[in-house]
């Protein structure tokens, strides 16, 4: 469902003084709010099912998706942003998060990739621990998502 236009370029080793080595990035909405993530964080998109709500203690989990033969936790993205989710049929982003796999209901626009300079990456520490940083892609900057650990500085005690 993702598509892109890259290249396979071979990996030299060296980044050289214009640190030329670049990040793959997955950029989707989520309520209209452009998002980034690292390609090795998501598992795949798919179509949106429809999620079964159920009573949970963890913030902003509080749905099911069928996925085959197993179900997915569903964090809900757009609660933690305060944005509705657009109209139109929207997409399940699946997610290899640390506690295992997740579902993110994500807007109708298919998520694109990204190939961005690292040098255009700026990771940093902010009040919010879901969000890494930034990036650019393309002419635009993009809050980069951490979805490894997506809610899990909440879920635990410090």
Not at 96 to 114: E, F, M, N, T, Y
Not at 134 to 141: D, K, L, P, W
């Amino acid at each position: 469902m993702l598509r892109t236009q890259l290249r396979r370029q071979p990996h030299t080793g060296s980044t050289g003084a214009t640190g030329a080595r670049m990040q793959h990035m997955v950029v989707f909405s989520v309520g209209g709010q452009r998002l980034a993530a690292r390609t090795e964080e998501i598992a795949g998109v798919m179509p949106w099912t429809g999620a079964t709500a159920v009573p949970s203690d963890t913030p902003f989990v509080c749905a099911l998706v069928r996925q085959e033969k197993g179900c997915l936790p569903v964090f809900d993205l757009a609660a933690k942003f305060n944005r509705p989710l657009q109209d139109g049929e929207p997409l399940c982003l699946v997610v290899k998060h640390v506690d295992g796999p997740l579902a993110i209901c994500i807007d109708s626009q298919v998520p694109s990739l990204h190939m961005v300079a690292r040098s255009a990456v700026q990771y940093r520490v902010g009040h919010d621990p879901d969000i890494a940083g930034t990036c650019i892609a393309g002419e635009e900057e993009l809050p980069i998502i951490n979805l490894t650990t997506l809610g899990v500085s909440s879920n635990r005690p410090a």
